[in-house]
């Protein structure tokens, strides 16, 4: 009897540190279209998620632009299941240039379990490219100062003498 109890419960133990560990599997995503990180130089108008396993139609994702700091905008968007594994949210096609985010809450119906997290993604150029406006202006107000500093060394500068090394034992 005491045999039985002790292989019970080296069981029972063995299974309550085993499951926690399958139940944590679903953490990660098999793939996305666009890959997290990828940086896109054409717009796009659908972000597709393969979750590598089952998942419910209560699927949900949505995107996020990040607006710097802690701000983000949402961007309307529809999500829907699209086969067994993968999921789609459509949205119009992105016009702004920035590091976007899609978040995604899929349930799956085996165990119950929910995976969630997010993928990033940026697109267009977030370098700010040269902005010639500026440098226009600063190259013209430093000609200016330095045209300013011609006329006054020139012009304005007071006309001295030559003075004889005689002149000054006086």
Known sequence: MTLRRNLLGLLVATLAVALPGAAAAHDDIAGSSPKSGDQL???IDRVVIDFGESISEDVEM?????LGGSDTET??????KDGDTTAV????ELSRPGRYFVRYLAPVPLDGHVVAGAITFEYGDLSGG?????????G???LLVLAAG???SF???????????DDLDT
Do not use: K, M, S
């Open 41 to 43: 130089d054409e717009p």
């Open 62 to 66: 949505t995107l996020l632009l990040d």
């Open 75 to 80: 961007i309307p968007g529809t999500a829907y």
């Open 89 to 92: 949210l459509e949205f119009e």
């Open 130 to 138: 040269t902005n010639w406006t500026v440098w226009a202006i600063f």
């Open 140 to 142: 013209g107000l430093a």
């Open 150 to 152: 011609v006329w006054f």
């Open 155 to 165: 012009f304005r500068a007071p006309v001295v003498d030559a003075v004889d090394d």
